[in-house]
C-alpha cells in the first residue's frame, strides 16, 4: 500500500467540514476589520528564508532544486513570503494596507497596535473557542530593561529563550553567571511575572523610549476595555517572541484546555522590509495556528454546525427516476443540498444509506406518488412521514430549512 | 531585491477576490449535488505518481528528499493522492462516495456518466461563464475501433496524442505508414468529426461492448436535456484523455474565447484504485482548470462581485476617537465590513483613501455630530451626506445594504 508521506495527513469529508467552518468565521472577521485577502505560492528561492531567519533554518526546511539548479524551500512560514511580495508589487499602494493570508506552512520535524489584538482575540472568540488568555508585552521595554542590567547580545541571545519558556530557575542561574548582583535579578524576575503597569513602572528606568513604550501599553490597555469589549486580558514582560525583529508591543493567545502546546496566537509590530530591500514601512501582524485552533475547539466540546444533506431523493421503480432527477435539480437551483438514488437500491438499502449521510428529510417517489403527483416526505429526525403535492415541494422545504 | 520562484506568482486583494468568489461558487454547487470535500497534502512520495504516469513524469514534477532520504514531490495531480487516500481510509465508508477536492497542484515548465457531466457543467455555468461547449466521447468505443483497424499497443500511443490534438493530416499519415487502407482512414477520420450518434453507431462494428456503450451515450444524451436541462452538448469520438485508465464515457468542456488553450475541464470513468493496492470499485471524475476558468470569465469581461468595505469611519478630531471605535465594533459585530482611520489624517486624505479602498459609505464625526449624539453619513456612490442619530444607524446601515 502507498503510504501517505511522515509528517502530513489526509482529512476526510467531516474533517474538512470542521476546517471550511473555522476558515470561513477567520476569514469573515477578518473581511469586517477591513483586511483584504493575499496569496503567495507555497514554495519560495530557499535564500528568502536563511535572509530572515539566518542558516541555521535549513535544517528544519523541505529543500530542493529547480530543473535550473537553483534553490527552493516549501515556505516554512507566511511573513517573509508577504514582505517579499509587498516589496515587489505592493509598496505603491494607498496606506494602511490590511492584509490577511492563510496558508500551509512546511517545517519538517515540527511539531507543531490595539485594534490587531483585538482582531486575533475576535477571530478566536468567533470561531466559538471559550476560554481563551491574551498577554500583552512589549519588547523595546524589555530591551531597555537588558540595558539596565548590561547584558551582552550574547548573554541576551542565551536567556531569551528561557524567558519565552518561563523558566524562572534558569533565567536565575545565567544571571548568576553573568555577574548581576542578587537583588537586581529578583527584581528581574518579579518584573517578568507581575501583571501590573504600575509595577512595571515602578522598575523600568527612567528613560524616554521606556516611557513612551509604557504609555502605548496604558492605552492599549484602556483601548481593549473600553472600545473593543475586552477585559481578560494579561500584561506580560515575559512575551518575547522573534526579539531580533519584533518591535514595541507584542501579544499572544493561548488555549489552556492545550497544555503545553496551548499558544494559538502569536503577533506585534516588527521590521523586515528593509531586510528584503525595500524603505521601511511601519508593518504589524499576527499568526494563528490553525491546526491547534480545530484541536482546541474539540477539546472545549465544540458543536461544530455540520454540513448535511437537506433531501435525499429515493425513486422507487425505474420509471419514477426521471421525475426523481427533475425535482433533485429544481431543488439543487434552489441551493437546496440533494442526493438522489441513482441505483435503485431499495427502500431499506436507501433508507440507511441517507442515515449515513445524514440526510435531513428523504423524498420518496413511488408509483402510487407519482400517480397523485406527489411525493412521500420522511423527516430523518424524528420518522414522521406526509404527502406532499410535488408543486408545494419547494416552498414546503425553504420554510423547513429556514431559507428566505 | 528577493524574485518569487520561476512559474509562481502572487495574488493581489483585488485577484484573491475573483479567485474566492469562483472557489466559493464551485463549492456550493459541488454541495446541492451532495458532494462533499476531502483534502490531501501537498506532497507525496514520489513512488505514487509514477505509478501512475511512468517513470517520464519525473521530468515534469518539484521532486526533493525528506531529511530521511525518501523521495517525495510536490502533487503534479490530484487523482493518484486521494485514490491512496481512499485505498488507505475511506474504502469502507458507504457507496456512493461523492467527493470533491481543490488545490494547487506543480508542474515543472508546463503552462499547464450523466450526473457527473451535469455537474461539471453547472459549476462553470454558475460562475459566470455564458458562452461554454461540452463534448462527450467514448473510450471504449474508440478502442473497438482501433482493434477494428488492427492496430497494434504502440501504433495506438502513437496516434492518440494526434487525435488529442485533431490532427487530422498526421492522422492519416499515421494510419498509411501503418498500412490500413485508404478508404477506411477516410471512414475512421469521418468518425472522429461526426457529432452524430446514428453516423457513429454505422461505423463501429457489431460488437456487445460497442452497442452497450453505444446505449449509454444515448442516454447520457436524453438525460443532459431532459433532466439536466443542458442543450448544446456535441457527441465527439475525437476525446482521447489518459487511454491507459479511462474508460466508457468522457468528456471535456471548451471555454471558446481563450483559443488555443481553451479546455476549462475534462473527466470520466477511470480504474485506478487496483493500481494503488485497493479492490477496484467504479470511479469517475473530472478536473477544472481553476486559473483558465478565472481567465475565461474576464475574457467574457465577467463582471465578478467587488468584495467592499461597507462603511469607513473618519474621526475628525482625536476627541471623536473612541465614539468612533465604538461604532465600528458595534458595526462589525452586525457583519458590516468597517474600516476607521486611526491616524487622524484630515479629511481630505481619508476621503481620498475611502475612495481607493472603494468605501460604499463614510461616516464623519466630528465635535457637531458627537454634540448632537449623530454622525454624518456620505454616499460615495452619488456624493449625497445626511446627518443620522447615532442610534439609528445600524437599523439604517443594514437596509442601505440589504442585510436582514
Same sequence: chains 1, 2.
Avoid at 103 to 118: F, H, S, T, V, W
Avoid at 376 to 400: C, F, H, P, Y
Amino acid at each position: 500500500m502507498y503510504q501517505i508521506p511522515r509528517g502530513t495527513r489526509d482529512f476526510t469529508p467531516d474533517e474538512m467540514g470542521k476546517r471550511r467552518y473555522v476558515e470561513n468565521v477567520m476569514k469573515n472577521t477578518f473581511k469586517t476589520f477591513g483586511y483584504r485577502e493575499v496569496q503567495t505560492p507555497t514554495f519560495e528561492h530557499l535564500e528568502l528564508f536563511t535572509a530572515k531567519s539566518g542558516d541555521a533554518v535549513i535544517d528544519e526546511l523541505y529543500s530542493f532544486q529547480d530543473k535550473g539548479g537553483r534553490d527552493l524551500a516549501l515556505r516554512p512560514e507566511l511573513t517573509a513570503p508577504v514582505m517579499r511580495f509587498y516589496v515587489d508589487k505592493l509598496q505603491m499602494e494607498p496606506k494602511p494596507l490590511k492584509l490577511f493570508y492563510l496558508g500551509n506552512c512546511y517545517r519538517y520535524d515540527r511539531p507543531q497596535k490595539a485594534e490587531l489584538i483585538a482582531l486575533a482575540y475576535h477571530i478566536l472568540r468567533n470561531v466559538g473557542l471559550k476560554n481563551i488568555n491574551l498577554k500583552i508585552g512589549n519588547l523595546n521595554i524589555l530591551s531597555v530593561v537588558f540595558d539596565k542590567l548590561k547584558l551582552t547580545q550574547d548573554q541576551k541571545r542565551h536567556i531569551t529563550p528561557l524567558i519565552d519558556k518561563s523558566m524562572f530557575g534558569d533565567i536565575s542561574l545565567a544571571l548568576k553567571d553573568f555577574n548581576v548582583p542578587e537583588i537586581e535579578i529578583q527584581e528581574f524576575l518579579s518584573f517578568l511575572q507581575t501583571g501590573s503597569i504600575q509595577e512595571i513602572t515602578d522598575y523600568v528606568p527612567d528613560n524616554d523610549e521606556a516611557l513612551n513604550e509604557l504609555n502605548t501599553m496604558k492605552q492599549i490597555s484602556v483601548l481593549l476595555k473600553t472600545s473593543f469589549g475586552i477585559e481578560n486580558f494579561q500584561i506580560s514582560m515575559g512575551i518575547v517572541r522573534g526579539l531580533d525583529y519584533y518591535k514595541g508591543p507584542v501579544f499572544e493567545i493561548e488555549a489552556p484546555c492545550l497544555g503545553a502546546e496551548k499558544q494559538l496566537c502569536g503577533g506585534g509590530a516588527y521590521e523586515l522590509i528593509s531586510l528584503f530591500g525595500g524603505r521601511e514601512s511601519p508593518t504589524s501582524g499576527f499568526a494563528i495556528g490553525f491546526d491547534r485552533t480545530i484541536v482546541a475547539l474539540e477539546t472545549e466540546e465544540f458543536n461544530f454546525p455540520r454540513s448535511e444533506i437537506d433531501v435525499y431523493i429515493i425513486p422507487v421503480q425505474k420509471e419514477c427516476m426521471k421525475k426523481g432527477l427533475d425535482i433533485a435539480q429544481q431543488l439543487r437551483k434552489n441551493n437546496i443540498k440533494t442526493d438522489i438514488d441513482l441505483l435503485n437500491r431499495g427502500m431499506g438499502k436507501c433508507l440507511k444509506y441517507a442515515s449515513t449521510i445524514s440526510a435531513k428529510f428523504v423524498f420518496i417517489l413511488g408509483e402510487r406518488e407519482l400517480k397523485e403527483d406527489s411525493i412521500t416526505i420522511r423527516n430523518m429526525e424524528n420518522g414522521q412521514q406526509e404527502l406532499l403535492k410535488i408543486n408545494d415541494v419547494i416552498s414546503w422545504i425553504k420554510a423547513q430549512l429556514n431559507i428566505i
